[in-house]
């Protein structure tokens, strides 16, 4: 029997009886005692049919969705505006920096990391390695056991 049968079922049912009275000897579909309020059990919104989305419909709510992106960096670039006059910059040449930066490679622009104690690694114990902290100073950390410290660790540190 399938799971849907079961949980509509009453469990005192014989499993061979009718789904809607239970009874033997026929099936729900021509079960001869009565009409099912089947409102009553699954509620109206079950018998109302959805209305079909057309593909202007979807048009619609694409412009609609553009037109409030195009509003909000409208609102967005005021903002930008007034906080630049607030410190006393001026927005056209934001505006051209950022044009100029926009037509160049950005290679060119975004500024390399300075180089890293990479050649320090050498002579860091196996399965330390460096990294650095937004202020710029260096630490050491372990890697398996993630263990984080200032001073540079020697081949007798002890990991925990």
Known sequence: MEKHHLLRRDPNWHPNGCNLCGQL???AANCPNGTINWRQIYGDEAFILRQPIY????????KFKEDGMKDLEARAQAYAKAKAEEQGLSWADIMARAEELRNKDPSEVIP???PTAAAGDESLPAGWAVATDPAGRQYFWHK???KV???KPTEDT???
Request: charged content about 25%; glycine content about 4%; cysteine-free.
């Open 158 to 160: 002890p990991i925990n």
């Open 149 to 151: 410290q200032w001073e």
């Open 55 to 62: 593909f202007s419909d979807i048009q619609e709510r694409i």
């Open 112 to 114: 390399r990391a300075p």
């Open 144 to 146: 398996k056991t993630q």
């Open 25 to 27: 000897g026929h099936q």
